[in-house]
Each structure stands twice: as structure tokens, then as C-alpha cells.
């Protein structure tokens, strides 16, 4: 499994955006944040987290967080999907979050490295 870093919604978005408007009913609210990240560019205040886990298949899960305040955004549509959600996890707490929440709060949530984190929607010092 491979976790690719997306420098901006741009770049993002030429992965994920056809996938995304696929079933846009239930992918309006990442759509819509990435579309309005790549309308502002470089007026962006906080760098979102942009990731995405791929196999040999293919895309596995991608990640959309908006720091400080948001929950992080899932997108899957494949099962089986544990061990790129903990790599997620921990790509975010070793970038120095503490987390408000998760679209998929069940499925996430049990895989966080730290036992007992407090989401609070700080960068951690």
C-alpha cells in the first residue's frame, strides 16, 4: 500500500474529482470543499491534509481534512479498508493533530495509533 500527498485541491482533484461526481449525492460535501480549496489557491489560511492509499488495485480510501476545526471526510467505496484508514490516522497524528472528529467516525476511530487522544482541532506543540 502506497499513501500519496497532494500539494493543493488542484492536484487533488485531477485524482479524485470524476470519482468524486460519480455518486455526487453523497460525495457533495468533499466535492464542494475541494472545489471552493482550488477556487481560493494560494488564499488559503491553514493547508488542508490531501491524501489517498492505493494498491495494487487501485484507490482505497482518500482523505480530506481542513484544519483546525473540521472533521476529517472519507471517501471508499471498496470493503476491506482497515489498514489504509490506520495509515491515515497516523499520517495525521504524526502531522501534529489532534482531531475534532470523522465523517466515519466507526470505522476510523478504532484505528487512531494514540488511545484517548481528545479531539479538539489542535495542532499538537
Not at 43 to 71: K, M, S
Not at 93 to 122: D, M, Y
Request: glycine share 6%.
Amino acid at each position: 500500500m502506497i499513501i500519496v500527498s497532494y500539494e493543493n485541491a488542484k492536484s487533488y482533484l485531477a485524482v479524485m474529482q470524476e470519482i468524486l461526481e460519480e455518486n455526487e449525492t453523497a460525495n457533495s460535501l468533499m466535492l464542494g470543499i475541494l472545489l471552493r480549496l482550488q477556487q481560493k489557491g494560494d488564499a488559503v489560511i491553514n493547508q488542508p491534509f490531501l491524501r489517498t492509499t492505493h494498491d495494487i488495485d487501485g484507490l482505497l480510501t482518500a482523505a480530506l481534512f481542513t484544519p483546525p476545526n473540521h472533521p476529517v471526510l472519507l471517501y471508499n467505496d471498496r470493503n476491506n479498508v482497515k489498514d489504509s484508514l490506520s495509515v491515515i490516522a497516523s499520517d495525521i497524528v504524526q502531522n501534529g493533530w489532534k482531531l475534532r472528529g470523522f465523517w466515519q467516525l466507526a470505522k476510523l476511530q478504532k484505528h487512531l495509533p494514540i488511545s484517548g487522544q481528545k479531539p479538539v482541532g489542535e495542532k499538537q506543540s
